[in-house]
């Protein structure tokens, strides 16, 4: 097992084919100190190729494979939830680019779970549906990193009809008076690259994203069944710090409070 740690490092690795990330959506926390049993699939066996503990962030203190260790094939990570309803949640995938960074997060609640494949958009694999590209105007800069810490409002937006971050798309984000605050487009992994609320700007209240899903898809001929996707979430703490990821595909998406 690995040692409990708050410095994770396999997202960030470059010889990173496959990691991994547990969010506790009923807490809006990280899920520390889970156990996963990561398998290689041997037709309808799996074989046992390791087992991790994640960190305080929900992370691992490395990758699941690296690029050098992966071959092509079917595995499987078998997460221990110790959820009474669920119990352990076993979750299977195919990696056919061993030199990609295939990313498996689980979204875990009381009663339900979500995944995906994520990955940097330099280091995605190949594949998935509909085939678009990426707006040629897209802002550059450095997004606030992963575990960023202090106050402030945060996106990440994923299209998991591809797999990749949903670059070029526009986020506005409302105050509790209706206000607009800011209004950002996501650079290509998907974030912006300017907090979308500062420390030392929030107050108590109910806050607004909103996601233009219409304008991101009709610029690649996709006409999404939603078009647009809005978000409220409560501030109680404006000291903290407010993660809001968002999954997207032209025909729906889902949501939950980060870290």
């Known amino acids: 097992m690995h040692d409990l740690t708050t410095q994770p490092s396999d997202l960030h690795a470059t010889d990173a084919c496959l990691t991994s990330h547990v969010l506790d959506a009923s807490l809006g926390r990280p899920a520390s100190g889970m156990d996963l049993l990561f398998s290689r699939m041997q037709g309808?066996?799996?074989?046992?190729?390791?087992?991790?503990?994640?960190?305080?962030?929900?992370?691992?203190?490395?990758?699941?494979?690296?690029?050098?260790?992966?071959?092509?094939?079917?595995?499987r990570i078998d997460f221990q939830t110790g959820n009474s309803f669920l119990g352990d949640v076993p979750?299977?995938?195919?990696?056919?680019?061993?030199?990609?960074?295939?990313?498996?997060?689980?979204?875990?609640?009381?009663?339900?779970?979500s995944t995906y494949r994520g990955a940097p958009p330099h280091r995605a694999a190949a594949g998935g549906?509909?085939?678009?590209?990426?707006?040629?105007?897209m802002p550059t800069g450095q997004a606030p990193p992963p575990g960023s810490v202090g106050a402030g409002v945060t996106v990440h937006i994923i299209d998991i009809s591809r797999g990749i971050g949903a670059g070029g798309?526009?986020?506005?984000?409302?105050?509790?008076?209706?206000?607009?605050?800011?209004k950002r487009t996501t650079t290509e992994e998907g974030r912006t690259a300017e907090w979308l609320a500062?420390?030392?700007?929030?107050?108590?209240?109910?806050?607004?994203?909103?996601?233009?899903?219409a304008a991101f898809y009709l610029a690649a001929d996709l006409k999404p069944f939603f078009p647009m996707a809005n978000v409220s979430f409560r501030v109680d703490k404006p000291t903290q710090h407010f993660h809001i990821p968002l999954l997207v595909t032209p025909w729906g998406y889902s949501c939950y409070r980060g870290s």
């Open 169 to 182: 798309l526009a986020v506005e984000l409302l105050g509790p008076a209706g206000n607009s605050i800011s």
């Open 129 to 137: 549906a509909p085939s678009m590209s990426l707006p040629a105007n």
């Open 91 to 113: 979750v299977v995938f195919d990696i056919e680019d061993t030199s990609a960074h295939h990313h498996v997060p689980l979204v875990l609640s009381e009663f339900g779970f």
């Open 198 to 213: 500062e420390a030392g700007s929030l107050v108590a209240g109910v806050y607004t994203l909103t996601f233009d899903l």
């Open 44 to 75: 309808d066996t799996p074989e046992l190729l390791a087992e991790h503990t994640t960190t305080e962030d929900g992370r691992l203190s490395g990758p699941l494979l690296t690029c050098g260790d992966a071959v092509p094939g079917r595995y």
